[in-house]
């Protein structure tokens, strides 16, 4: 899909996770397979790249260029046998490491095998529940990054149509699944590796994908243990060198800060997590715990305003919220759309609970305490931001979407908190009309401001 990134897949395998784990009696012996490819990109035959770009109705100039790549002398080598160099030898199979091209077309040719997967009953087809007012959807069970495959199956049965369809994708494609190097995490009854030489992950052990930990239980403790210590193990490769504040604000956005954004965009640590974190940069930058000649609000405060202008990580942690939020509300899309919502209804188990009108709580609204770290932030994002409507652009449809209470829903920017009675007047009027499904708009947050977006440019790294 569109605009998606690494993070939007560790999302999905969260609150995949977590949709399984609430299951447990519908799959008892779900688990997660993290599938191992043997040389992926050296293995994959021209013939079979051909044949799907064809299949798919690719352009003919665009074929004629993945001829002119993979085909005649610009796919020919010579090998050094016994000191000899031998004459050329066409290479039938494999994809260029460096090419640029490589991992576009890759994903186009492996995508076969992930359709295979769902079609053979191997991965789940996880139907969520009707979550009103949005219609039903479906769970996407197996994610793919690059050629590292994590799949959700329902029980051991599932190996066995593994090896048929690995045989298959011999044939086909001269591929090579490696099924006896297969990880497996299980979330519901335990599983036994029996004679196959499986990875079966005992409990309390993560599964490991895409530079990331997944545990079934969902306790990050140990993961947000590790977030700290990779940050400042960053830094204490520069803590003793003799550098200004500002190369040291420098080298905190340039090199320490992408080396934890990737883990924060794909989920959301408890705030005493982010503070720490906040307070390990201060204290850098400024040269130690004990130096304070200057306020730790300096540290991150842009540099055109005279500070250092270092990230702070609450902001980050903000606009992740922001955005599950956003997605939450359908003002953007993304592959985990339907497992969230399906999860912040079952964190709110109240009969008459609406999405489209109580995930909008006003600062006087409790948030629970006992909620997910991820769910509390994204719960506080209409209080910590105004929503803002341009009146000229809102329609019917828009206006009856949005939830009566609204206290800052009138208030354009920079103008005073204030009731403004005609428009409150306006507004008090629809409350005596039921809620339908029909009201809400999916272009309901055109007509808001909102930083809906996560502001990392290197979460894929």
């Known amino acids: 899909m569109e605009f998606n990134r690494s993070a939007d897949a560790s999302f999905h395998l969260r609150l995949l996770i977590e949709e399984l784990g609430a299951r447990g009696t519908e799959f008892p012996d779900a688990a997660l397979l993290s599938l191992d490819q ?7 035959e021209h013939e079979w790249i051909f044949a799907i770009f064809d299949a798919l109705g690719a352009p003919a100039a665009f074929q004629r260029v993945l001829r002119m790549l993979y085909l005649g ?23 260029g490491q460096g090419d640029p091209a490589s991992s576009s077309v890759w994903d186009v040719v492996f995508q076969p095998f992930l359709d295979a997967l769902h079609r053979r009953g191997i991965a789940l087809n996880l139907s969520l529940p009707t979550i009103h007012p949005y219609p039903q959807s479906r769970a996407i069970t197996s ?16 190996l066995n149509l593994l090896d048929d369809l690995a045989l298959d994708w011999r044939l086909a494609t001269n591929g090579r699944l490696n099924t006896d190097k297969t990880v497996v995490l299980p979330i519901g009854c335990r599983w036994e590796a029996g004679d196959r030489p499986l990875v079966v992950k005992a409990e309390g052990e993560s599964l490991e994908w895409i530079g990331l930990s997944f545990d079934p239980t969902g306790n990050t403790e140990l993961a947000n243990v590790n977030l700290v210590a990779r940050l400042e193990a960053v830094l204490d490769s520069a803590r003793d060198r003799g550098l200004t504040h500002h190369t040291r604000a420098f080298y905190v956005n340039r090199y320490a800060i992408p080396k934890i954004l990737h883990i924060l965009s794909a989920d959301i640590p408890p705030l005493e997590v982010v503070k720490e974190l906040d307070r390990i940069l201060a204290d850098f930058v400024r040269g130690g715990k004990r130096r304070s000649c200057y306020g730790k609000d300096v540290v991150f405060t842009p540099r055109f305003k005279g500070g250092l202008g270092v990230m702070r990580m609450q902001d980050v942690v903000d606009s992740v919220a922001a955005r599950v939020w956003d997605v939450l509300l359908g003002g ?44 509390q932030a994204v719960l506080k994002v209409p209080s910590m931001h105004n929503a803002q409507v341009k009146p000229r652009t809102l329609t019917l449809a828009n206006l009856l979407a949005l939830p009566i209470k609204l206290h800052t829903l009138h208030y354009l920017p920079g103008a005073p908190a204030v009731s403004r009675p005609p428009y409150d007047a306006d507004y008090a009027a629809f409350a005596i009309y039921a809620k339908s499904d029909e009201c809400i708009s999916t272009y309901l947050f055109d007509q808001l401001y909102y930083v809906s977006d996560v502001v990392i440019a290197k979460s894929d790294e």
Do not use: K, M
């Open 38 to 44: 043997s040389s992926a990109y050296d293995l994959v």
């Open 73 to 95: 002398d610009s796919t020919t080598a010579r090998y050094i046998i016994n000191g000899f160099l031998t004459p050329p030898v066409r290479l039938t199979c494999g994809l």
């Open 143 to 158: 994610l793919a990054f690059a050629d590292d495959v994590v799949v959700a199956v329902a029980g051991s049965e599932s």
């Open 332 to 375: 953007s899309d993304a592959i985990w759309q339907g497992l969230a919502r399906a999860a912040i209804v079952r964190a709110h188990p109240a009969p008459d609970f609406d999405l489209a009108t109580d995930a909008w709580p006003c600062d006087y609204t409790p948030i629970r305490t006992d909620l997910h770290p991820r769910w």
